[in-house]
């Protein structure tokens, strides 16, 4: 290949370039994060701030390498920019962001942390799909959020509305957003007065069966704190946990999912619910397959 004699010089400024931007984007990404975690910036303070302190609290909620994830995910345009912090659970934060064509995206990012960890490990155990278990606790967070990812695949797949998973790596999921422009969807829980409560029933009866029989995956933790109520209808989020139908104890979790739902809709007014002939009707339907 004929090579520019100005190709080595160019080199070194893109180099030099480069390295200005990665320090521009490292620098927004921090504000970014600290932003995230609503740590007040007052941007003349924050350079006498030490910076061992700054690190430290940036550290407490995210690690280095996913503090580098980030990075890299800004850097090469996956995403533009992280707004904002939508939701802090216990094992992961959600944040609103925008992808390069200036449209909003879900990001999970799980925390790495050895008590969740531990718990994980009993999910993870038993489902087929996942035959070595690692003891690292990186490790383990890593299978988890790649277990929601591909979960939230099938069920996509399956044509159920649970948010379009986008991108996986490490601990930090990509998804397709739910709400209006930056104000995401409200839960099911949170919603005063149900409009047509039979109706979404009968949406989410059907995403439990069709998630059983066709994606062939039990929830496992599905209530109304993991519904999003968006556009009238309900979202189904929050897969890390569902298993597999042919895990042991499938069965216990699918019991205890359509207790769930049906409880919430007894509270909000619904009579002569029959949870038990639901359970029985889907479990009629898988032997005649
Ligand atoms: N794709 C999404 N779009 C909009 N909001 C979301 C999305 N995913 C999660 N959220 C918000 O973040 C909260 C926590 O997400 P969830 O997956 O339930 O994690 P966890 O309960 O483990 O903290 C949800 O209750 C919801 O308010
Ligand atoms: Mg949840």
């Known amino acids: 290949m004929e090579r520019d004699n100005n190709d080595g010089n160019n080199e070194i400024e893109e180099e030099k370039e480069e390295e200005l931007f990665k320090n521009d984007i490292e620098e927004s990404l921090r504000e970014s994060i600290d932003n995230l975690q609503k740590i007040s910036i007052d941007k003349k303070r924050i350079r006498k701030i030490d910076e061992s302190k700054k690190r430290a609290a940036i550290d407490s909620v995210f690690d280095e390498r996913t503090i580098i994830q980030l990075n890299k995910l800004l850097t090469n345009g996956t995403l533009e920019r992280i707004k904002g912090i939508i939701s802090a ?64 695949k099938r069920a996509h797949a399956a044509g159920l509305k649970v948010p379009e998973p986008i991108f996986i790596k490490n601990n930090i999921l990509i998804m397709e957003y739910v709400g209006f422009g930056p104000t995401p969807a409200p839960k099911l829980k949170d919603i005063k007065h ?88 889907i479990i009629n339907e898988t032997k005649k397959r």
């Open 89 to 152: 659970g216990k094992e992961a934060n959600v944040y609103l962001a925008y992808d390069r064509q200036g449209k909003e995206v879900a990001i999970k990012i799980y925390k790495i942390d050895s008590n969740t960890s531990k718990w994980m490990r009993n999910y993870i155990i038993g489902d087929p799909r996942f035959k070595k278990i690692p003891n690292n606790i990186s490790k383990i967070i890593y299978l988890w959020a790649s277990k929601e990812y591909k979960n939230l």
């Open 194 to 281: 149900l409009k047509d409560p039979t109706i979404i029933l009968r949406e989410i009866s059907i995403f439990i069966k069709t998630l059983y029989l066709d994606a062939k995956l039990v929830h496992g933790d599905l209530s109304e704190f993991n519904i999003l109520y968006h556009n009238q209808k309900p979202v189904i989020i929050d897969m890390s946990q569902a298993v597999s139908i042919q895990h042991p104890k499938v069965e216990v979790f699918l019991v205890r999912d359509i207790k769930n739902i049906f409880n919430f809709f007894l509270k909000n007014g619904l009579k002569d619910l029959d949870p038990e002939s639901f359970y029985y009707e």
